[in-house]
């Protein structure tokens, strides 16, 4: 195979040193150790015009297996690509098709630098994990390292080295359609995720060949866009910034990942992608990261239609100085900066700065070892689809659903003697359950709800549509239409649930109804499917309700009525085995809310750890006053809290202890409690601690999560968990972004859920 490694042996060479015994024939070298040497003397000899083609992106452009491009704007990017002004390209996949297109960038240009092959591998590749919010929702750790290292396994075996994720963004907005990508509401859980997930997509080797850079995003603030719209503004305070928005991210650059992509939005008037306060001032200095930063789809261009910069050429100016690194498919950079730099607008050190950067990344990923060392045919026919990749995603959707309510201990069905109805278009769906962001899997390849319970022989099941949820095509670039008025299908439904022993109802949201662009304002069950519920619900009670959505729902008439709900998100490839085995009992429910469930959009933003406002509670001495922080028409606290989840057993909390009452700010606070199952079934619990600063230089919430511990209990079993809080734990940003650690007093809360907790106090010195 011919490898056109030019630069790797140029780059050897004007490092080696010569050695003592040698002639003016011979000369022998000594080896080059420093990946930063190589990159130093790799930018010495390319040119201004190469060096910024490393910092441009291209999206996949043309059949890279088939004729190469004639005319238009293709012809022009792949002679970009052969003249070596391409750094990276996404989209292209499989490994035929990537090794196509590195053959060109490594055999035809002049100093055969190998592309790094991007792609959004968002919660796995084929074989399809849980949507993140989902995976979240299981708490477990581990877990979710794992379903991050099959996403890896996949996508490096297809030839791709790098994926646009974890999105570390915390909102609050349930309306906002990205939360489905992301861990929820609280930065704490947040930053555990973070680390887990980059962790899963890089390993300990990123030169391994089963692991693939990772891409923290969107930087920043892109989960508080005003009124859960899409590409919208967004307008907070540095209180909001330092101690909600930033802790995931600074997780992930602590964790060592590679990227880093911008937001779409803007933050305090300025448009992230050209923001140097968020890339240089505290990014790339305070933070010291060392990776790259990549813009989003066309956001240097989008300077522009922002009104912050005039025309490309200040926009592209604006983004490299800011610290964008990588342009992704604005085709700006390669077109505006090699004039600004020589127009001495840009110095060439803030070009070599990002270069060096990416250059870097491409060398830990070994790609200058071997440029086609991801293109391996009989590994890519090995890896995707796995029957232990299809095991290990199961276990993760099992771990993901949570069970909302369990009233008369409805859950799990009997295997054996029971007439079961199941109603909903969406349980014998197999494409939504797979959810947005899946770009890379094969349509309609899930395991249905129908499926995964007609495993199950001992019962009489009978099938219902009941209603379409949508109507016309799903597709990924289409707006969702919703079936709002076909009822047909109603009364055949009802007639079948009058005779039943449990009618099962599986309702929701499509799986495209949620992700990037799929913002909602109205978070009810969509179209007909709360009229089927309710219609339903009149021929027969004993209703289990099975809601498939990628987004907290408001499903107060359920919770009011409906004596079981199991929340069961989208849940990937093998979602309908997970549900059935769930529902069966095979796998007792440990899930826990990532995101406040809201009584009603009206409440949104809704989250835990708020503010106590200077008016939270009635007037005591005066309490027909309505002068204090409420609603006339619905009450102050949600409909399912951050941390909620039930399960087919009883947990009991007790014996809430410290080592102490008061310590100095250098000494570790131990805290411990007793946790009994109650129950007759083996359980797993999520143990939840929180601290409350009463009194701080700027207010505190009322509750932060400051750790959780997931453990398995026996029926009668107690356990003792113990957590450690320290100076790290305590403390909080100011408005400068300085972590600082106040005295005070405390108090700690520690339960199953935000809301059920034990308390107790503590003074810090």
Known sequence: MKFKLITYIIVTIMFMACTDNHNENTITYSKVDSINEKVDSLIKIMTLKEKIGQMNQYNGFWDVTGPVPNGGDAEKKYEHLKNGLVGS???????????????????????????????????????????????????????????????????SAAGINWT????????????????????????????????????????????????IAACAKHFAAYGFSEAGKEYNTVDIGNSTLHNVVLPPFKAAVEADVKTLMNAFNEYDGVPATGNKHLLRDILKDKWDFKGFVISDWASIKELV??????????????????????????????????????????????????????????????????????????????????????????????????LLKNENQLLPLKKEGQNIVLIGALANEKNSPLGSWRIASKDSTAVSVLEGMQNYKGNNLVYKKGADVTVG??????????????????????????????????????????????SRTDINLPGVQQELLETVYKANKNIVLVLNNGRPLSINWADKHIPAILETWQLGTQAGHAVAQVLYGDYNPSGKLPMTFPRNVGQIPIYYNHKNTGRPAKD????????????????????YPFGYGLSYTTFEYGNLA????????????????????????VGKEVVQLYIRDLVASTTRPVKELKGFELIELQPDETKIVNFTLNKASLGFYNNQGDFIIEPGDFEIFVGGSSNKTLNTHFELK
């Open 473 to 518: 095509g799903t597709q990924f670039v289409n707006e969702i239409k919703i079936n709002t008025t076909d009822k047909s299908e109603f009364t055949d439904a009802v007639n079948a649930a009058k005779n039943a022993d449990v009618v099962v109802m599986v309702l929701g949201e499509h799986g495209f109804q949620s992700g990037e662009a799929r």
């Open 620 to 639: 005591k001495d005066n309490p027909n006053l309505v002068f204090w922080s409420h609603y006339s028409d619905v009450e102050n606290t949600p409909l």
């Open 305 to 402: 239609v922002w009104g912050y910069a005039k025309d490309n050429r200040s926009a592209a100016e604006m983004a490299a100085l800011a610290g964008s690194d990588m342009d992704m498919e604005s085709h700006i950079y390669v077109n505006e900066l090699e004039q600004l730099v020589k127009d001495g607008v840009i110095e060439e050190e803030v070009i070599n700065d990002a270069v060096s950067r990416i250059l870097t990344v491409k060398f830990e990923l070994g790609l200058f070892d071997d440029p086609y060392r991801y293109c391996d045919e009989t590994r890519e026919k090995e890896v995707v689809n796995s029957p232990k990749h299809l095991s290990d995603v199961l276990d993760m959707a099992k771990k993901s659903i949570v």
């Open 164 to 211: 646009f994720a974890p999105m570390v963004d915390i909102s609050r907005d349930a309306r906002w359609g990205r939360v489905m990508e992301g861990a929820g509401e609280d930065p704490f859980l947040g930053s555990k995720i973070a680390v887990a997930r980059v962790k899963g997509f890089q390993g300990d080797d990123l030169s391994a060949v089963n692991t």
């Open 89 to 155: 390209m996404l989209s292209v996949r499989g490994t035929k098709a990537v090794r196509a297109v590195q053959k060109i960038a490594v055999e035809e240009s002049r100093l055969g630098i190998p592309l790094i092959i991007g792609f959004d591998v968002i919660h796995g590749y084929k074989t399809l994990s849980p949507i993140p919010l989902a995976e979240a929702a299981s708490w477990d750790l581990e877990a979710i390292e794992k379903s991050a290292q099959v996403a890896a396994a996949e996508a």
């Open 658 to 681: 410290l080592n102490k009452k008061v310590f100095n700010l250098d000494e570790d606070i131990h805290v411990s409690i007793n946790i009994t199952n109650t129950g007759k079934v």
